[in-house]
Protein backbone atom coordinates (compact mmCIF):
# COMPACT_ATOMS: atom_id res chain seq x y z
CA UNK A 1 0.00 0.00 0.00
CA UNK A 2 3.00 2.08 -0.51
CA UNK A 3 5.77 2.62 -2.71
CA UNK A 4 8.44 5.02 -3.88
CA UNK A 5 8.71 6.26 -7.64
CA UNK A 6 12.41 6.62 -9.14
CA UNK A 7 12.22 9.16 -12.18
CA UNK A 8 14.82 7.81 -14.49
CA UNK A 9 14.59 10.88 -16.27
CA UNK A 10 15.36 13.10 -13.81
CA UNK A 11 17.94 10.81 -12.19
CA UNK A 12 19.75 11.35 -15.97
CA UNK A 13 19.17 15.13 -16.36
CA UNK A 14 21.03 15.60 -12.88
CA UNK A 15 24.19 13.22 -13.65
CA UNK A 16 24.72 14.70 -17.46
CA UNK A 17 24.60 18.35 -15.46
CA UNK A 18 27.44 17.39 -13.52
CA UNK A 19 29.62 15.33 -16.36
CA UNK A 20 29.03 18.41 -17.94
CA UNK A 21 30.43 20.23 -14.92
CA UNK A 22 33.38 18.06 -14.27
CA UNK A 23 34.36 17.20 -18.16
CA UNK A 24 34.90 13.76 -19.74
CA UNK A 25 38.85 13.67 -18.67
CA UNK A 26 37.64 13.26 -15.28
CA UNK A 27 35.97 9.67 -13.57
CA UNK A 28 32.50 10.19 -12.37
CA UNK A 29 31.63 8.45 -8.86
CA UNK A 30 27.90 7.64 -8.29
CA UNK A 31 27.43 7.56 -4.46
CA UNK A 32 24.85 5.12 -3.74
CA UNK A 33 25.69 4.12 -0.13
CA UNK A 34 22.94 3.87 1.92
CA UNK A 35 20.24 2.22 -0.48
CA UNK A 36 20.81 5.11 -2.95
CA UNK A 37 19.87 7.69 -0.48
CA UNK A 38 16.61 5.58 0.23
CA UNK A 39 16.21 5.41 -3.28
CA UNK A 40 17.02 1.87 -3.95
CA UNK A 41 20.61 1.51 -4.41
CA UNK A 42 20.24 -2.18 -7.40
CA UNK A 43 17.75 0.16 -9.52
CA UNK A 44 19.64 3.44 -8.87
CA UNK A 45 23.12 1.63 -10.11
CA UNK A 46 22.25 0.63 -13.21
CA UNK A 47 20.52 3.74 -14.34
CA UNK A 48 23.85 5.61 -13.63
CA UNK A 49 25.89 2.95 -15.40
CA UNK A 50 24.19 3.13 -18.05
CA UNK A 51 23.83 6.97 -18.32
CA UNK A 52 27.83 7.06 -18.42
CA UNK A 53 29.14 6.73 -14.60
CA UNK A 54 32.61 5.30 -14.15
CA UNK A 55 32.33 4.21 -10.56
CA UNK A 56 30.10 3.98 -7.60
CA UNK A 57 30.52 4.69 -3.93
CA UNK A 58 28.97 2.44 -1.13
CA UNK A 59 29.23 2.27 2.36
CA UNK A 60 29.46 -1.18 3.31
CA UNK A 61 30.64 -4.46 2.10
CA UNK A 62 27.40 -5.78 2.03
CA UNK A 63 26.25 -3.20 -0.50
CA UNK A 64 29.21 -3.84 -2.82
CA UNK A 65 28.37 -7.58 -2.79
CA UNK A 66 24.78 -7.29 -3.39
CA UNK A 67 25.53 -4.98 -6.46
CA UNK A 68 27.75 -7.47 -7.53
CA UNK A 69 25.16 -10.37 -7.40
CA UNK A 70 22.87 -8.19 -9.55
CA UNK A 71 26.00 -8.36 -12.20
CA UNK A 72 27.56 -4.81 -11.39
CA UNK A 73 31.31 -4.82 -12.64
CA UNK A 74 32.16 -1.69 -12.47
CA UNK A 75 34.94 -0.57 -10.09
CA UNK A 76 32.79 -0.17 -6.67
CA UNK A 77 34.54 1.78 -3.74
CA UNK A 78 33.62 1.02 0.15
CA UNK A 79 33.56 4.42 1.66
CA UNK A 80 33.22 3.44 5.04
CA UNK A 81 34.93 1.32 7.50
CA UNK A 82 35.63 -2.14 6.23
CA UNK A 83 35.84 -5.07 9.70
CA UNK A 84 39.01 -6.95 9.52
CA UNK A 85 37.14 -9.91 9.61
CA UNK A 86 35.42 -8.87 6.33
CA UNK A 87 38.41 -7.98 3.80
CA UNK A 88 38.65 -11.52 2.51
CA UNK A 89 34.84 -11.30 1.18
CA UNK A 90 35.43 -7.82 -0.10
CA UNK A 91 38.68 -8.46 -2.11
CA UNK A 92 37.32 -11.74 -3.86
CA UNK A 93 34.54 -9.68 -5.00
CA UNK A 94 37.34 -7.20 -6.06
CA UNK A 95 35.67 -4.30 -4.06
CA UNK A 96 38.01 -1.17 -3.68
CA UNK A 97 38.64 -0.48 -0.15
CA UNK A 98 39.06 2.70 1.49
CA UNK A 99 41.92 2.64 4.18
CA UNK A 100 43.48 3.85 7.07
CA UNK A 101 44.39 1.73 9.93
CA UNK A 102 48.01 -0.29 9.86
CA UNK A 103 45.98 -3.18 11.17
CA UNK A 104 44.07 -3.76 7.88
CA UNK A 105 46.95 -3.64 5.98
CA UNK A 106 48.26 -6.34 8.03
CA UNK A 107 45.33 -8.37 7.12
CA UNK A 108 45.18 -7.49 3.61
CA UNK A 109 48.57 -9.29 3.45
CA UNK A 110 47.17 -12.44 4.69
CA UNK A 111 44.04 -12.19 2.74
CA UNK A 112 46.09 -11.19 -0.43
CA UNK A 113 48.21 -13.83 -0.43
CA UNK A 114 45.05 -16.31 0.42
CA UNK A 115 43.60 -15.65 -2.42
CA UNK A 116 46.62 -14.86 -5.16
CA UNK A 117 45.02 -11.47 -6.08
CA UNK A 118 45.49 -7.99 -5.31
CA UNK A 119 43.84 -5.58 -3.14
CA UNK A 120 42.80 -2.09 -4.90
CA UNK A 121 43.34 0.82 -2.01
CA UNK A 122 42.51 4.41 -1.37
CA UNK A 123 43.81 5.90 1.10
CA UNK A 124 41.75 8.44 3.20
CA UNK A 125 43.78 11.23 4.88
CA UNK A 126 43.06 13.71 7.49
CA UNK A 127 42.61 17.46 6.31
CA UNK A 128 40.43 18.14 8.95
CA UNK A 129 36.94 16.69 9.26
CA UNK A 130 38.58 14.22 12.23
CA UNK A 131 36.27 11.45 11.03
CA UNK A 132 38.19 8.65 8.67
CA UNK A 133 41.52 9.64 8.03
CA UNK A 134 45.25 9.36 8.18
CA UNK A 135 47.30 11.89 10.47
CA UNK A 136 49.84 13.48 8.57
CA UNK A 137 53.11 12.51 10.44
CA UNK A 138 51.89 9.09 9.99
CA UNK A 139 51.56 9.02 6.50
CA UNK A 140 54.55 8.13 4.75
CA UNK A 141 55.43 5.44 6.70
CA UNK A 142 51.87 3.78 6.29
CA UNK A 143 52.10 4.32 2.50
CA UNK A 144 55.86 2.81 2.88
CA UNK A 145 53.96 -0.62 4.52
CA UNK A 146 51.45 -0.12 2.35
CA UNK A 147 54.41 -1.02 -0.28
CA UNK A 148 55.93 -3.28 1.28
CA UNK A 149 52.85 -6.03 0.46
CA UNK A 150 53.22 -5.96 -3.18
CA UNK A 151 49.62 -7.55 -3.66
CA UNK A 152 48.07 -3.97 -2.12
CA UNK A 153 47.82 -1.61 -4.62
CA UNK A 154 47.51 2.48 -3.64
CA UNK A 155 45.19 3.28 -6.69
CA UNK A 156 43.16 6.52 -4.58
CA UNK A 157 43.70 8.90 -2.20
CA UNK A 158 40.83 10.64 -0.97
CA UNK A 159 39.85 13.26 1.83
CA UNK A 160 36.37 14.88 2.88
CA UNK A 161 34.91 18.00 3.46
CA UNK A 162 33.75 19.01 7.08
CA UNK A 163 31.96 22.08 6.52
CA UNK A 164 31.49 22.68 2.41
CA UNK A 165 27.15 22.59 2.71
CA UNK A 166 26.75 24.58 5.70
CA UNK A 167 27.52 28.49 5.62
CA UNK A 168 28.44 30.68 2.62
CA UNK A 169 31.60 31.29 4.38
CA UNK A 170 33.72 28.69 2.66
CA UNK A 171 36.90 29.39 4.52
CA UNK A 172 37.13 26.53 6.19
CA UNK A 173 36.30 23.82 3.14
CA UNK A 174 39.50 26.17 1.36
CA UNK A 175 41.93 25.26 4.26
CA UNK A 176 40.74 21.76 3.79
CA UNK A 177 41.56 22.02 0.20
CA UNK A 178 44.73 23.75 1.28
CA UNK A 179 45.75 20.65 3.20
CA UNK A 180 44.96 18.28 0.90
CA UNK A 181 47.16 20.07 -2.04
CA UNK A 182 49.81 20.38 0.73
CA UNK A 183 49.86 16.49 1.25
CA UNK A 184 50.14 15.69 -2.78
CA UNK A 185 52.87 17.95 -2.44
CA UNK A 186 54.41 15.97 0.02
CA UNK A 187 53.89 12.78 -1.82
CA UNK A 188 54.99 14.58 -5.14
CA UNK A 189 58.29 15.27 -3.20
CA UNK A 190 58.79 12.03 -1.82
CA UNK A 191 58.40 10.14 -5.58
CA UNK A 192 55.08 8.63 -4.47
CA UNK A 193 52.39 8.97 -7.21
CA UNK A 194 49.22 7.63 -6.13
CA UNK A 195 46.85 7.70 -9.40
CA UNK A 196 43.45 9.16 -8.13
CA UNK A 197 43.10 11.75 -6.37
CA UNK A 198 39.52 12.78 -5.02
CA UNK A 199 38.29 15.50 -2.40
CA UNK A 200 34.87 16.66 -4.57
CA UNK A 201 31.25 15.98 -3.42
CA UNK A 202 28.50 17.71 -4.97
CA UNK A 203 28.38 20.76 -2.91
CA UNK A 204 32.39 20.93 -3.59
CA UNK A 205 31.77 20.31 -7.57
CA UNK A 206 28.88 22.98 -7.69
CA UNK A 207 31.15 25.69 -6.35
CA UNK A 208 34.95 24.91 -6.79
CA UNK A 209 36.16 23.78 -9.87
CA UNK A 210 39.91 23.33 -8.40
CA UNK A 211 38.18 20.44 -6.85
CA UNK A 212 37.98 18.40 -9.23
CA UNK A 213 41.46 16.41 -9.29
CA UNK A 214 41.02 12.91 -10.96
CA UNK A 215 37.46 11.51 -9.55
CA UNK A 216 34.21 13.24 -8.15
CA UNK A 217 32.09 12.04 -5.97
CA UNK A 218 28.45 12.98 -6.60
CA UNK A 219 25.79 12.03 -4.07
CA UNK A 220 22.91 14.41 -2.94
CA UNK A 221 23.27 16.26 -6.11
CA UNK A 222 22.75 13.12 -8.48
CA UNK A 223 19.29 12.84 -6.66
CA UNK A 224 18.04 15.91 -7.72
CA UNK A 225 18.27 17.75 -3.76
CA UNK A 226 20.77 20.50 -2.93
CA UNK A 227 23.38 19.91 -0.92
CA UNK A 228 22.14 22.95 1.18
CA UNK A 229 20.13 26.44 0.77
CA UNK A 230 23.45 27.70 1.54
CA UNK A 231 25.15 25.61 -1.58
CA UNK A 232 22.48 26.92 -3.56
CA UNK A 233 22.75 30.46 -2.20
CA UNK A 234 26.41 30.52 -2.47
CA UNK A 235 25.64 29.40 -6.21
CA UNK A 236 23.93 32.30 -6.97
CA UNK A 237 26.42 34.92 -4.98
CA UNK A 238 29.22 33.27 -7.29
CA UNK A 239 27.41 34.11 -10.69
CA UNK A 240 27.10 30.43 -12.07
CA UNK A 241 24.64 28.86 -14.14
CA UNK A 242 22.38 27.01 -11.76
CA UNK A 243 22.00 23.86 -12.07
CA UNK A 244 18.33 22.90 -12.84
CA UNK A 245 18.06 19.51 -10.45
CA UNK A 246 15.28 17.73 -10.57
CA UNK A 247 14.10 15.60 -7.53
CA UNK A 248 13.78 11.96 -8.50
CA UNK A 249 12.06 10.17 -5.64
CA UNK A 250 8.28 10.38 -4.65
CA UNK A 251 7.20 8.34 -2.00
CA UNK A 252 3.20 7.37 -2.55
CA UNK A 253 0.34 5.38 -0.38
CA UNK A 254 -3.07 4.49 -0.24
CA UNK A 255 -6.46 6.03 1.26
CA UNK A 256 -6.95 2.61 3.56
CA UNK A 257 -9.73 4.16 5.29
CA UNK A 258 -12.43 7.67 5.18
CA UNK A 259 -14.39 8.15 8.42
CA UNK A 260 -16.46 11.42 9.51
CA UNK A 261 -15.89 12.52 12.97
CA UNK A 262 -17.85 15.13 15.26
CA UNK A 263 -16.54 18.32 16.87
CA UNK A 264 -14.90 18.18 19.35
CA UNK A 265 -13.65 14.53 18.87
CA UNK A 266 -9.65 13.74 19.85
CA UNK A 267 -7.49 12.19 16.72
CA UNK A 268 -4.68 9.42 17.53
CA UNK A 269 -2.42 8.80 20.33
CA UNK A 270 -2.08 11.08 22.81
CA UNK A 271 -5.12 12.71 22.20
CA UNK A 272 -2.74 15.63 20.40
CA UNK A 273 -5.46 16.78 18.44
CA UNK A 274 -9.20 18.02 18.78
CA UNK A 275 -11.35 18.54 16.21
CA UNK A 276 -13.19 22.09 15.85
CA UNK A 277 -15.60 20.86 13.24
CA UNK A 278 -17.51 18.04 11.83
CA UNK A 279 -14.43 16.38 10.19
CA UNK A 280 -13.51 13.66 7.31
CA UNK A 281 -10.40 12.00 7.93
CA UNK A 282 -8.36 9.54 5.87
CA UNK A 283 -6.29 7.16 7.70
CA UNK A 284 -2.91 6.43 5.96
CA UNK A 285 -0.91 3.30 6.04
CA UNK A 286 2.31 4.69 6.79
CA UNK A 287 4.18 5.12 10.16
CA UNK A 288 7.44 5.64 11.92
CA UNK A 289 8.41 2.32 11.01
CA UNK A 290 8.22 3.20 7.65
CA UNK A 291 10.48 6.16 8.07
CA UNK A 292 7.88 8.93 8.33
CA UNK A 293 8.55 10.54 11.41
CA UNK A 294 6.97 10.95 14.30
CA UNK A 295 8.16 14.83 14.13
CA UNK A 296 5.62 15.56 11.95
CA UNK A 297 2.93 14.94 14.12
CA UNK A 298 0.22 17.63 13.80
CA UNK A 299 2.30 19.85 11.10
CA UNK A 300 3.14 18.15 7.87
CA UNK A 301 0.77 17.86 4.57
CA UNK A 302 0.22 14.72 2.15
CA UNK A 303 -1.25 15.04 -1.25
CA UNK A 304 -4.44 13.75 -2.60
CA UNK A 305 -6.23 14.93 -5.70
CA UNK A 306 -3.33 17.54 -5.68
CA UNK A 307 -4.42 19.43 -2.90
CA UNK A 308 -2.66 19.94 0.79
CA UNK A 309 -4.06 17.72 3.51
CA UNK A 310 -3.08 18.13 7.18
CA UNK A 311 -1.98 15.21 9.27
CA UNK A 312 -4.13 15.40 12.37
CA UNK A 313 -2.58 13.31 15.58
CA UNK A 314 0.40 12.18 16.28
CA UNK A 315 2.40 9.69 13.52
CA UNK A 316 1.88 6.17 14.82
CA UNK A 317 3.80 3.51 14.10
CA UNK A 318 1.97 2.17 10.85
CA UNK A 319 -0.50 5.24 10.20
CA UNK A 320 -1.19 8.50 9.94
CA UNK A 321 -4.52 10.56 9.39
CA UNK A 322 -5.29 13.26 7.53
CA UNK A 323 -7.94 15.94 7.40
CA UNK A 324 -9.72 15.81 3.83
CA UNK A 325 -12.71 17.75 4.80
CA UNK A 326 -11.85 20.18 2.36
CA UNK A 327 -10.84 17.65 -0.73
CA UNK A 328 -14.63 16.35 -2.30
CA UNK A 329 -14.55 13.38 -3.83
CA UNK A 330 -11.68 11.43 -2.08
CA UNK A 331 -12.22 7.95 -2.50
CA UNK A 332 -10.82 4.44 -0.92
CA UNK A 333 -7.54 3.38 -1.89
CA UNK A 334 -6.93 6.90 -4.06
CA UNK A 335 -3.56 7.78 -4.37
CA UNK A 336 -1.70 10.05 -1.85
CA UNK A 337 1.57 11.85 -1.96
CA UNK A 338 3.82 12.09 1.14
CA UNK A 339 7.11 12.96 -1.05
CA UNK A 340 6.46 14.74 -4.69
CA UNK A 341 3.75 16.54 -6.76
CA UNK A 342 0.28 16.30 -7.40
CA UNK A 343 -1.82 18.48 -10.00
CA UNK A 344 -0.03 21.95 -9.54
CA UNK A 345 0.84 21.36 -5.36
CA UNK A 346 4.33 19.56 -4.21
CA UNK A 347 5.87 18.01 -1.11
CA UNK A 348 9.62 18.16 -1.35
CA UNK A 349 11.92 16.69 1.19
CA UNK A 350 13.25 19.77 1.65
CA UNK A 351 9.93 20.84 3.40
CA UNK A 352 9.66 17.69 5.95
CA UNK A 353 13.43 18.40 6.69
CA UNK A 354 12.43 21.88 7.97
CA UNK A 355 9.57 20.51 9.70
CA UNK A 356 11.76 17.95 11.36
CA UNK A 357 14.48 20.32 11.78
CA UNK A 358 16.89 18.42 10.15
CA UNK A 359 18.23 17.99 6.64
CA UNK A 360 16.87 16.45 3.27
CA UNK A 361 19.25 13.57 3.33
CA UNK A 362 17.85 12.05 6.74
CA UNK A 363 14.27 12.88 4.96
CA UNK A 364 15.12 10.55 2.23
CA UNK A 365 17.56 7.55 3.43
CA UNK A 366 15.17 7.33 6.38
CA UNK A 367 12.56 5.88 3.71
CA UNK A 368 12.02 1.88 4.74
CA UNK A 369 14.33 -0.67 2.82
CA UNK A 370 11.41 -3.20 2.46
CA UNK A 371 9.16 -0.53 0.62
CA UNK A 372 9.64 -0.80 -3.10
CA UNK A 373 11.19 1.45 -5.34
CA UNK A 374 9.77 1.47 -8.82
CA UNK A 375 11.76 2.72 -11.87
CA UNK A 376 9.15 5.42 -14.16
Request: aromatic letters at 8%; hydrophobic letters at 40%.
Amino acid sequence: MQWVEINKSALVSNLQQFRRLVGKERKLLAVVKANAYGHGICQVSKIVLKAGVDWLGVNSVEEGLLLRRQGVECPILILGYTPLNRLEEAVSKNLHLTVYNFETLDKLAQVCQQLQQPAYLHLKVETGTFRQGIQQEDLLSFIEKAESYPPLILEGISSHFANIEDTTDHSYAQQQLKNFIRILRFLDNNKINIPLKHIACSAATILFPETYFDLVRIGIGMYGLWPSRETYLSSLLQNKNLLQLKPVLSWKTRVAQIKRVPKDAFVGYGCTYRTTRLTDLAVLPVGYYDGYKRHLSNSSHVLIKGQRALLRGRVAMNFITVDITDIPGVELEDEAVLIGHSGKEAITADYLAQLMGTISYEVVTSIGYHIPRLVV
